[in-house]
């Protein structure tokens, strides 16, 4: 029988089979498809690939147990780890871990790219893409560059490609071509085949679960030029980098691009107006209201009453060295810290906006919010009350708003004046954070998976205004057995120990440069410094870093120098990144690297290249990828005894491989570039996210803390 008839038949006969058992099979036009993880690891059918990517913002997970057709009679079994990140809506990241014992054990990595977003609204516009499997390293089990067109019809989605060169499982070299139905929201019927077998499958999608944004997959798939009814099984998750569960979307009317009014300004890099007057913004029904007449001794009392319950009510929240007064011109002052909404400053500010334009709408023209952070004051956002409490419960366009938005980082001119009384001040509080350490080897040639995992209690106290002292301690817990005693990675393995014990000060010399300086022990037995400098003008876009770090361990008496200067453009509709740092790195290797991240609200993921090289003049290369998320609750604990508990606003896990001919591990940890908790990025800016670029095009996020936490306050 010929292939296509083949691929025809087996489709025929699992479609028929399916009608006849399903009561309420339904054909009517579906929504759209799911773009399922392949058993190899890119989005595809079974093993071929499609012309889809991962969805945006998602990350797909997936375990199958399928053998590689070309060794599956000589190994007792086989596993696959296998997951893909939608960085774009074009491109796709992802990797594979395999484990075959007698053949090989191996960590690779997988790129595609497609046109589909770009034509999606044009109904009968096939998509195309282009992919690359086992990207660079030594061994390359699966190496492979294929290109495939894919047309979704009613419920059919049709592929067809061609491999110029493979050496995995599928596609082998030459055509292959796949089909792909959507039978309901949660079975799909696959079929493939290449010149080398035929294969069908059934696929297997759960919705997600009531407020909990997971569904998860399971495939099973079956060749029916090799040993029929053999089955090979596959289970995985998918889910949001956000953890935000997303309405259901159909299968067209999406744009590749967010537009202005998604991210929340028509344009979100534009400066906002010179001038700190905002812009009447209010819906007609709200007028504005105008106190900048001299108010009578009544109105005097009764304002200042206002503001010192406004200043109480901070400070009852948990926010730490507020002060609330007014000006004369009629803007209410609202100067705080934020401790409490460690995801996001706006969270914070969100919180204080809806508490003050509830009690400011009929009293004063304006609001001014002033974000400080270790009692220095970082930016200050100006707004008409009434548009602030109308946008807040839901009555004002976000667009309108934005119009009415001044974002300032200077010190503002004008004289306040502030109601007196305690403020909950920040000296000597400290903030105790518990995160967990993981150190692992993937795919080595000692095990699969190795781990160790630490309790790392990093204490932060709060001195003078921009000072402060961070301590760390690393206390292993659990660990594999290849960190025992004599075993391989037993010297990746320290005992219960001080990490870092420092003194920092920061400085803001001018709006838009930050310094930032710190002595004491940098590692342990390493007693130095490690000093930076950011300068980011305009509305955040652009940022330059400088760094320098002395260390000298005490034991040795050997000295560590850095070097460093970075720089980093952001562009904010798709709140993407990209850094180049240039130097030289702790482990005194010279060279650069190059990091791409992208937010996904508090989430991050970053694809980055390392290129560097030490005394031995080996230049050394690395490419990898890095999770980051925030692990602790949206609103944490208040200080208690000056002392609060809490978890990490940032925490990482990255995976990283070495690009060349060799499969040799580089000898030392390339492109280490130190930038701890007390870093400018993250504690002064929001994780880099204190600019006016981002703030202008998260305006949504104020509105979500209000009605988040404002009910609950």
């Given at each position: 029988m010929?292939?296509?008839a083949?691929l025809?038949l087996?489709?025929?006969?699992?479609l028929?089979a399916f009608?006849?058992r399903?009561?309420a099979?339904?054909?009517s036009q579906?929504?759209?498809f799911?773009?399922?993880?392949?058993?190899?690891?890119f989005?595809g059918?079974l093993?071929?690939?499609n012309?889809?990517?991962?969805?945006e913002?998602y990350?797909?997970?997936?375990y199958s147990n399928?053998?590689?057709?070309?060794?599956?009679?000589q190994?007792?079994f086989?596993d696959?780890?296998?997951?893909?990140?939608?960085?774009f809506?074009?491109?796709?990241?992802?990797g594979?871990?395999?484990d075959?014992?007698?053949i090989?054990?191996?960590?690779?990595?997988?790129?595609k790219?497609?046109?589909?977003p770009?034509?999606?609204?044009y109904?009968y516009?096939?998509?195309?893409?282009?992919g690359?499997q086992?990207?660079?390293?030594?061994?390359?089990?699966?190496?492979s560059?294929?290109?495939?067109i894919s047309e979704?019809l009613?419920r059919?989605?049709?592929?067809?490609?061609?491999?110029?060169?493979?050496s995995?499982?599928f596609?082998s070299?030459?055509?292959?071509a796949?089909?792909?139905f959507?039978?309901?929201d949660?079975?799909?019927?696959?079929?493939?085949?290449?010149?080398?077998?035929?294969?069908?499958?059934v696929?297997?999608v759960?919705?997600?679960?009531?407020?909990i944004?997971i569904s998860?997959?399971?495939?099973?798939k079956?060749?029916?030029?090799?040993?029929?009814g053999?089955?090979?099984f596959?289970?995985?998750l998918n889910?949001?980098?956000d953890?935000?569960v997303?309405?259901?979307?159909?299968?067209?009317?999406?744009?590749?691009?967010?537009?202005?009014s998604?991210?929340?300004a028509?344009s979100?890099?534009a400066?906002g107006?010179?001038?700190?007057?905002?812009?009447?913004?209010?819906p007609?029904?709200?007028?504005?209201?105008?106190?900048?007449q001299?108010?009578?001794?009544?109105?005097?009392?009764?304002?200042?009453?206002?503001?010192a319950?406004?200043?109480?009510?901070?400070?009852q929240?948990?926010?730490?060295?507020?002060?609330?007064?007014?000006?004369n011109s009629?803007?209410?002052v609202?100067?705080?810290?934020?401790?409490?909404f460690n995801?996001?400053?706006?969270?914070?500010?969100?919180?204080v906006l809806?508490?003050?334009?509830?009690?400011?709408?009929d009293?004063?023209d304006?609001?001014r919010l002033?974000?400080?952070?270790?009692?220095i004051k970082?930016?200050?956002?100006?707004?008409?009350?009434?548009?602030a409490?109308?946008f807040?419960?839901g009555?004002?366009?976000?667009?309108?708003?934005?119009?009415a938005?001044v974002?300032?980082?200077?010190a503002p001119?004008?004289?306040?004046t502030?109601?007196?009384g305690?403020g909950n001040s920040g000296?000597l509080?400290?903030?105790?954070?518990?995160w967990?350490?993981?150190t692992?080897?993937?795919?080595?040639?000692?095990?699969v998976?190795?781990?160790?995992?630490?309790?790392?209690?990093?204490?932060?106290?709060?001195?003078?205004?921009?000072?402060l002292?961070?301590a760390?301690w690393?206390?292993p817990?659990a660990w594999?057995?290849?960190f025992?005693?004599?075993?391989?990675?037993?010297?990746?393995?320290?005992?219960?120990r001080?990490?870092?014990?420092?003194?920092?000060?920061?400085?803001k010399p001018?709006?838009?440069?930050?310094?930032?300086l710190?002595?004491?022990?940098?590692?342990?037995?390493d007693y130095g410094?490690?000093?930076e400098?950011?300068?980011?003008p305009?509305?955040?876009?652009h940022?330059?870093?400088?760094?320098?770090?002395y260390?000298?361990?005490s034991d040795?008496q050997?000295t560590?120098?850095?070097?460093?200067?970075?720089?980093r453009?952001?562009?904010?509709?798709l709140?993407?990144?990209?850094?180049g740092?240039?130097?030289?790195?702790?482990?005194q290797?010279?060279?650069f690297a190059l990091e791409?991240?992208?937010?996904f609200?508090?989430?991050?993921?970053s694809?980055?290249?390392?290129?560097?090289?030490?005394?031995?003049s080996?230049r050394?290369?690395?490419?990898?990828?890095?999770f980051?998320?925030?692990?602790t609750?949206?609103k944490?604990l208040?200080h208690?005894?000056?002392?609060?508990?809490?978890?990490?606003d940032e925490?990482?896990?990255?995976?990283?491989t070495t690009l060349g001919?060799t499969?040799d591990?580089?000898?030392?940890p390339l492109?280490?570039n130190p930038q701890?908790?007390?870093a400018l990025?993250?504690?002064y800016y929001?994780?880099?996210r204190?600019?006016?670029?981002?703030?202008r095009?998260h305006?949504?996020?104020?509105?979500?803390?209000?009605?988040?936490?404002?009910?609950n306050?």
């Amino acid at each position: 029988m010929k292939p296509a008839a083949i691929l025809f038949l087996s489709l025929l006969i699992a479609l028929t089979a399916f009608s006849h058992r399903s009561h309420a099979f339904d054909l009517s036009q579906p929504d759209q498809f799911h773009n399922g993880l392949s058993l190899q690891g890119f989005t595809g059918i079974l093993n071929a690939p499609n012309a889809h990517v991962t969805e945006e913002g998602y990350f797909y997970g997936l375990y199958s147990n399928q053998k590689e057709s070309k060794w599956r009679d000589q190994v007792r079994f086989q596993d696959n780890y296998l997951f893909s990140v939608g960085f774009f809506g074009f491109a796709e990241f992802g990797g594979r871990l395999f484990d075959a014992p007698g053949i090989g054990r191996d960590l690779s990595a997988n790129l595609k790219l497609s046109t589909e977003p770009f034509f999606r609204q044009y109904r009968y516009v096939p998509s195309l893409a282009v992919g690359f499997q086992d990207i660079g390293g030594g061994a390359t089990f699966f190496s492979s560059k294929y290109a495939v067109i894919s047309e979704d019809l009613w419920r059919f989605r049709l592929s067809a490609g061609y491999a110029g060169f493979a050496s995995g499982n599928f596609p082998s070299k030459g055509k292959f071509a796949g089909a792909e139905f959507k039978a309901c929201d949660w079975i799909y019927l696959l079929s493939e085949y290449d010149k080398r077998e035929t294969n069908v499958g059934v696929r297997l999608v759960t919705p997600q679960f009531w407020r909990i944004p997971i569904s998860f997959t399971a495939t099973a798939k079956s060749s029916i030029s090799h040993r029929p009814g053999n089955v090979d099984f596959a289970v995985g998750l998918n889910l949001p980098l956000d953890f935000r569960v997303r309405p259901k979307k159909s299968a067209v009317t999406v744009a590749a691009f967010p537009a202005a009014s998604e991210v929340g300004a028509a344009s979100p890099t534009a400066a906002g107006p010179a001038s700190e007057k905002p812009s009447a913004a209010a819906p007609q029904t709200l007028p504005a209201v105008s106190v900048t007449q001299a108010p009578s001794p009544a109105a005097e009392v009764s304002n200042a009453g206002v503001l010192a319950a406004l200043r109480d009510r901070l400070v009852q929240i948990g926010f730490t060295n507020v002060r609330v007064g007014a000006t004369n011109s009629g803007i209410l002052v609202v100067e705080y810290e934020n401790v409490r909404f460690n995801h996001n400053e706006l969270d914070g500010a969100g919180v204080v906006l809806g508490v003050a334009s509830a009690l400011a709408k009929d009293r004063f023209d304006s609001i001014r919010l002033v974000i400080k952070r270790h009692d220095i004051k970082m930016a200050r956002l100006l707004l008409p009350p009434r548009s602030a409490d109308a946008f807040l419960n839901g009555t004002l366009p976000q667009a309108q708003l934005n119009d009415a938005l001044v974002v300032r980082f200077d010190a503002p001119d004008e004289d306040v004046t502030f109601v007196p009384g305690k403020g909950n001040s920040g000296f000597l509080k400290a903030s105790l954070m518990l995160w967990p350490g993981l150190t692992t080897a993937v795919g080595t040639d000692f095990g699969v998976f190795d781990y160790e995992v630490s309790v790392k209690p990093d204490l932060l106290v709060d001195l003078w205004k921009g000072a402060l002292i961070n301590a760390r301690w690393d206390v292993p817990v659990a660990w594999s057995d290849n960190f025992d005693d004599g075993k391989p990675f037993r010297s990746s393995r320290h005992p219960a120990r001080m990490e870092r014990l420092m003194l920092f000060q920061a400085l803001k010399p001018a709006a838009d440069l930050m310094i930032n300086l710190g002595g004491g022990v940098v590692l342990p037995h390493d007693y130095g410094t490690l000093n930076e400098a950011l300068w980011s003008p305009g509305n955040g876009s652009h940022r330059f870093r400088a760094f320098q770090a002395y260390a000298k361990d005490s034991d040795t008496q050997q000295t560590t120098k850095a070097y460093l200067g970075s720089y980093r453009y952001y562009f904010a509709p798709l709140d993407l990144a990209l850094e180049g740092t240039g130097g030289r790195f702790w482990a005194q290797d010279t060279g650069f690297a190059l990091e791409l991240k992208r937010f996904f609200g508090d989430a991050t993921v970053s694809v980055y290249y390392k290129n560097t090289q030490k005394d031995d003049s080996k230049r050394w290369k690395a490419a990898g990828i890095q999770f980051t998320f925030p692990l602790t609750p949206g609103k944490d604990l208040k200080h208690y005894a000056n002392m609060q508990l809490r978890g990490t606003d940032e925490w990482s896990y990255s995976q990283e491989t070495t690009l060349g001919k060799t499969n040799d591990l580089a000898p030392y940890p390339l492109a280490i570039n130190p930038q701890p908790v007390t870093a400018l990025y993250r504690s002064y800016y929001n994780r880099d996210r204190l600019s006016e670029a981002y703030i202008r095009g998260h305006l949504d996020r104020l509105r979500d803390a209000w009605l988040r936490f404002g009910e609950n306050l």
